[in-house]
């Protein structure tokens, strides 16, 4: 498969959206980071200006409501021996709004007094009208590098008001120390913005670089290199998934084995009756004049082939089942009684072999099983105990329960098993003794078909040699108590 044709999208990668959330995540830092500390800063400077303003006006108006009355020369006296205190502008007003003293007025100096012209101006800001109505006014804002700050106060004298007072306050100096903060948090943010997008890159990177070759390892594995690892890297999840793909791919090559194994053995087996047919039809076909006997003979012989063909294909499908169908209805079985009735059905079997069968078949032996199932299993291991069993020998057949469990056993008098083949027996198309298994009709299969049908109903099945001869088979199904329920029990 061409890796074109695979291809992430660019924008669509992992890569990708790994760098882009580290960079919306630092761009939000990055954000408050900006904003957060100057917000804060500029509220406690608003605070320290409401303040300092709101002392220099009660100051302001402590000294002029100590006259009776306001007028423009008693108010520019008292205001001259006050200190402005770097104030951009002082206003003071009679009841009326009329403006009695305008610290930016010309002639409003140190040295004016009673010469100095009147000024008939009113102040119609909202803080002078707001403090004639008796309120404390304070307004501020930070704008081009600076605070503007302006109070008014009432000028109370005897409960009465004659007059206010207005300042403004215009300070360069701490607007540009917030503005120089301000400029500090954006270079400091530059800089954290460049060294995010380089290590969300190389972050990114580092992530999806072990993605990436589980990606390419699945490829691999799916073009059919059941034998590719993956070195897992560290102790996290990816590592886990790593080892889990591994073990994966064991699974694989070990099925992949077994069928390459199955498929070479199948097509062994079929081949040898096949090439048998093929032969004596020939031979037939290839004499003129054969003797009708040895023709009868010849088609026997064929006969016998085909029927071992069909009991070979017959076994195969019933593998394949296994293998591919789920687990039929399952229901209360008595192991005994199945048993028993294999049993009587391979007596004639026994009889022409001169074999007899002895069984031990105990009461209330109950598995979940299907009754098909559990019958294939007894008939395959009787038959096989019958087949490899000398003249006069015995079988030996038992049912009985043991803790949680039900055993069946069956045992023989015959040729047994050697140490080293009894792990294998159960493997499909292996025989112990090729030639007597030919010989007997077996196709290799049997044995296997019993294994994969005990584990199908949660069993177990093993083979061992029997003292003082022969070989004993125990299949183990789990018991069933009447009231627990099965899978194929209505719920």
């Not at 303003?53 to 020369?73: F, G, I, N, P, R």
């Not at 007094?113 to 404390?136: C, I, N, Q």
């Not at 591919?324 to 004639?348: F, H, N």
């Not at 006069?392 to 039900?406: M, N």
């Amino acid at each position: 498969m061409p890796a074109t044709k695979n291809k992430v999208p660019f924008f669509a990668s992992l890569q990708v959206k790994y760098a882009v959330s580290y960079l919306v995540i630092f761009a939000v830092v990055l954000v408050l980071m900006n904003t957060y500390p100057v917000l804060v800063s500029q509220d406690l400077l608003f605070a320290s200006k409401r303040d300092s303003l709101k002392s220099q006006t009660a100051v302001m108006a402590s000294a002029l409501m100590e006259l009776e009355s306001l007028s423009a020369d008693q108010v520019a006296r008292v205001m001259n021996m006050l200190d402005s205190m770097g104030l951009k502008r002082i206003l003071v007003t009679d009841p009326s709004g009329l403006i009695l003293y305008d610290s930016t007025a010309p002639g409003q100096d140190t040295d004016a007094g009673e010469d100095a012209p009147p000024e008939f101006r009113y102040a119609l800001y909202r803080e002078v009208v707001s403090a004639l109505r008796g309120s404390d006014v304070f307004h501020s804002r930070y704008a081009d590098r600076a605070f503007t700050s302006t109070a008014a106060m009432p000028i109370v004298y005897r409960g009465m008001i004659i007059g206010s007072i207005y300042i403004l306050e215009v300070d360069q100096a701490q607007g540009q120390l917030l503005y120089s903060l301000q400029q500090n948090l954006r270079s400091i943010s530059l800089v954290i913005a460049a060294v995010t997008l380089v290590m969300s890159a190389l972050f990114s990177k580092m992530l999806t670089a072990r993605i990436a070759a589980l990606l390419r390892a699945i490829r691999i594995v799916g073009e059919g290199e059941y034998g590719h690892r993956l070195q897992p890297v560290g102790r996290d999840e990816l590592a886990q998934l790593a080892g889990e793909f591994n073990q994966l791919t064991d699974r694989l090559q070990t099925t992949e084995e077994i069928r390459r194994r199955f498929v070479s053995d199948a097509s062994h087996e079929l081949k040898t009756p096949l090439a048998s047919i093929r032969l004596l039809a020939d031979s037939i076909l290839q004499t003129g004049e054969m003797d009708p006997e040895m023709v009868r003979d010849f088609v026997g012989d064929i006969g016998s082939e085909a029927e071992r063909l069909t009991r070979i294909t017959e076994h195969l499908l019933a593998l394949t089942r296994l293998d591919s169908l789920p687990a039929g209805q399952q229901e209360p079985v008595d192991a005994a009684q199945v048993t028993g009735r294999i049993a009587a059905l391979l007596q004639p079997v026994a009889d022409a072999a001169g074999v007899a069968i002895e069984t031990d078949l105990r009461p209330n032996c109950l598995i979940l099983c299907t009754e098909d199932d559990l019958s294939q299993v007894c008939f395959n291991l009787m038959e096989n105990a019958i087949k490899y069993n000398f003249d006069g020998g015995k079988v030996f057949v038992s049912v009985f329960r043991d803790k949680d469990q039900v055993l069946l056993e069956v045992g023989d008098t015959g040729v047994g098993i050697p140490e080293e083949d009894l792990p294998k027996v159960f493997n499909r198309f292996y025989r112990v003794d090729k030639a007597r298994s030919r010989a007997a009709g077996g196709t290799g299969l049997g044995l296997s078909i019993v294994r994969d049908t005990v584990r199908r109903h949660g069993g177990w099945v093993t083979a061992r040699p029997r003292s003082p001869e022969g070989s004993l088979f125990t299949a183990g199904f789990p018991r069933y108590l009447p009231g627990e329920k099965g899978k194929g029990d209505p719920a």
